[in-house]
C-alpha cells in the first residue's frame, strides 16, 4: 500500500476548501465523522494512519510530546460488546494473534490512558455496516456519552458511508464532519503512474490505460480508489482486451479476475483436498457418493453461491458464511453428513476462491465492495 497510496484531501463540513486528510487525525474534538461512498478509500485512510502513527510513536514515545494512540475496530465489533475497553481488547488480540501476539490483551489495557498526557483515538470503521438501525443509534448514543465524561480516556473517529438524516447528530453537536473527497485527475494519474512504475515502458501503458477508461465512459467510476485499482488490475492483466463497460462490468470481470490469478494457489487442488477430507469419513460405498456428489454440486455452483452470500450480507445477515450457504438448494447437505462437517466443507471451498477471506471466526469479502459488486446480480 505504502508504494501506490496517493495523499487524500477531506472537505469540512462548513464548506472551507479542501484539506489534507491529515487534518481529521489532529483536530481536538472528542469525536469526528468521516464521510465517504463505497470503495472511497475510508478503511485504507484509517489503516494508513495507524501505521503512519505506530512508526511514529516507535520512534518519540519517550520524547514528552502527548500524542493520540490509533486503535482500529470495526462498528459491529463495538455492537456486540457491551464494555468499550473488552470490545477494543478482543479487537486488537483478533487483529494481532496472526503477527505473534502471544496473549489476549486484556480491557484493563484499554481503560487507561496509552501515556499520562495522551488518547486513545478509536477508530470505528464500518458504521453503515450496521444493518439494524436501533443498534447503530444505540452505538451512537454510547459514543456520546463517552466523548461527555471528562476523564475519558478517548477520543473517537467514525468513519460511514452516508445514513439518514439526523443519524450522525447522536455523536454530538460539537462533532465534526468531514467528507473524502474523490480523485482529482492528478490523483488518479499518480496513482496509475505508481501502479505502473514496475512495467517496461510504463508510460505507454499509463497513457493506453487512461484512454481505454476514457473510451469506455469510466472516468467518475475510476475517481473511486478501490475501482482504480480494479480497472488497473484489469488492465494489467491483459492490456489488449478492452476494459468492461459499467460498474457491475467492471466487478464482474475484477472477481473473474481474482479467481483465475489465484491459480498459483492451487485452487482446484484445494478444493478436491477438503471434499476428500469429507468423503473418506464415509466407508459404504452409497454414502461416500452421495456425499461426494453434493460436494461437487456446491464446488460447481460456487459463482451462484458467492452471489447468494452478498446478497444476504446486503441484506443484512450475520450468520456464519457456511451457515448461508447450507440453506442455498445448490449447496443443500446429504442426510449422512453432519451440519458442522458440511458447513465447514463449504467455508473451505469459499476459502479457497480469493474473493473471501478469513476474518474473527468467520470468512468475509476481502473488501465490502467486492460483497456490492458481487450481490449486483443476485442471479440465484
Not at 45 to 54: E, P, S
Not at 244 to 264: C, I, K, M, W
Not at 306 to 312: F, K, T
Request: include cysteine; proline fraction near 7%; glycine fraction near 8%.
Amino acid at each position: 500500500m505504502a508504494d501506490v497510496y496517493v495523499p487524500r484531501q477531506v472537505e469540512v463540513r462548513s464548506g472551507r476548501a479542501p484539506e489534507p486528510a491529515e487534518r481529521l487525525f489532529t483536530v481536538h474534538s472528542r469525536a469526528r465523522v468521516l464521510l465517504a461512498g463505497a470503495g472511497d478509500g475510508k478503511s485504507t485512510l484509517l489503516r494508513r494512519h495507524l501505521t503512519d502513527a505506530a512508526a511514529h510513536l516507535s520512534r518519540h514515545a519517550s520524547d514528552g510530546t502527548p500524542v493520540t494512540a490509533p486503535v482500529l475496530v470495526r462498528a459491529t465489533e463495538l455492537v456486540a460488546s457491551p464494555l468499550l475497553a473488552d470490545a477494543l481488547a478482543t479487537a486488537v488480540t483478533r487483529a494481532l494473534g496472526p503477527f505473534g501476539l502471544r496473549e489476549a490483551l486484556a480491557g484493563d489495557f484499554f481503560r487507561r490512558r496509552p501515556y499520562p498526557d495522551a488518547s486513545w483515538l478509536v477508530m470505528v470503521d464500518g458504521l453503515d455496516e450496521v444493518s439494524d438501525r436501533t443498534a447503530r443509534l444505540s452505538l451512537l448514543d454510547r459514543l456520546c456519552r463517552e466523548t461527555g465524561q471528562q476523564d475519558s480516556p478517548y477520543r473517537f473517529l467514525v468513519a460511514t458511508r452516508p445514513l439518514p438524516v439526523g443519524e450522525l447528530e447522536r455523536l454530538g453537536r460539537d462533532a465534526d464532519h468531514f467528507t473524502l473527497s474523490p480523485f482529482t485527475d492528478d490523483d488518479l494519474r499518480a496513482y496509475v503512474q505508481k501502479r505502473f512504475s514496475g512495467l517496461p515502458d510504463a508510460d505507454r501503458h499509463v497513457r493506453a490505460s487512461t484512454n481505454g477508461v476514457i473510451r469506455t465512459r469510466l472516468e467518475g467510476l475510476a475517481r473511486t480508489p478501490l475501482m482504480a485499482a480494479m480497472l488497473c488490475r484489469l488492465y494489467v492483466s491483459d492490456p489488449d482486451q478492452p476494459l468492461p463497460d459499467g460498474r457491475t462490468g467492471v466487478f464482474r470481470s475484477f472477481t473473474g479476475l481474482l479467481y483465475e490469478q489465484n491459480a498459483h494457489k492451487g485452487v482446484a487442488a484445494l478444493q478436491e483436498q477438503a471434499i476428500h477430507a469429507l468423503t473418506s469419513r464415509y466407508q459404504l460405498p452409497g454414502d461416500r457418493r452421495a456425499v461426494e456428489q453434493a460436494a461437487e454440486r456446491a464446488r460447481g455452483h460456487l459463482p451462484r453461491l458467492i452471489d447468494h452470500l452478498a446478497h444476504e450480507r446486503l441484506d443484512g445477515s450475520t450468520a456464519p458464511a457456511g451457515e448461508i450457504l447450507a440453506a442455498h438448494p445448490h449447496a443443500r447437505r446429504p442426510e449422512k453428513v453432519t451440519p458442522p462437517l458440511w458447513r465447514a466443507l463449504l467455508t473451505d471451498l469459499l476459502r479457497a476462491t480469493g474473493l473471501l477471506a478469513d476474518q474473527a471466526d468467520d470468512i468475509d469479502f476481502v473488501h465490502r465492495t467486492l460483497l456490492l459488486g458481487s450481490g449486483d446480480g443476485r442471479d440465484f
